[in-house]
């Protein structure tokens, strides 16, 4: 995405699409599978068993979802309005809350992980996870989100995701998946 922002900005052409893809990677795994199961999900979770630190840090990441769900509705807008500038600005607004919400699962990450999940909750989780990825998906296989990643690498010359798609690792759902892709 942001190889192909730097493109608008240099003045070349709006590529339809490209953003195509890039909307239907971010609405129809992003927003439909990845931020629900982590808001419907994970970080219930993390709230009944953590402490305040936990919370703070699920409190801050789920205000980071609310920002990127606003700016991807904007984003589309753009694309649909075949809005160059609007899609240049949206972009760049969109990559940089990414970074930072990126940056702040990271810093989370050992706050989060010191919050113990008991093991009689963990079938419950997968079967909603999986539930949800199953709704989300609407029948399609993750493979698919897997080849949209590569699409948009290969038309930007950025390296794209490393794995062969989720059949790679059988059994670990699309939670892999998306750490795999987030070159996207």
């Known amino acids: 995405m942001e190889e192909e922002a730097r493109r608008l900005y240099d003045g070349e052409n709006l590529r339809v699409d490209f953003w195509a ?12 599978c990845h931020r629900r199961v982590e808001e419907e999900v994970i970080f219930p979770k993390l709230r009944e068993y953590g402490d305040e630190a936990c919370r703070t840090a699920v409190r801050s990441l789920v205000a980071g979802h609310g920002r990127a769900h606003a700016l991807t509705g904007n984003l589309v807008q753009g694309i649909n309005d075949a809005d160059w500038e609007g899609v240049l ?18 810093n989370a990450f050992e706050v989060l992980s010191a919050c113990v999940v008991p ?33 948009l690498c290969n038309a930007t010359d950025v390296d794209g995701p490393i794995l062969a798609g989720p059949q790679a690792h059988p ?13 996207v």
Do not use: C, W
């Not at 093991?119 to 909603?128: F, G, K, Q, S």
């Open 119 to 151: 093991h009689e909750d963990l079938a419950d989780m997968r079967a909603r996870v999986e539930a949800i990825e199953a709704d989300g998906m609407g029948g399609i296989e993750p493979a698919h989100f897997v080849d949209i990643a590569r699409v």
């Open 89 to 106: 600005r949206m972009a760049t607004i969109y990559i940089s809350n990414m970074r930072r919400h990126m940056t702040a699962e990271e």
């Open 21 to 32: 893809g890039v909307v239907e990677f971010v609405e129809g795994f992003i927003e439909k």
């Open 171 to 183: 059994g670990t759902g699309a939670g892999r998946f998306a750490r795999q892709t987030a070159v």
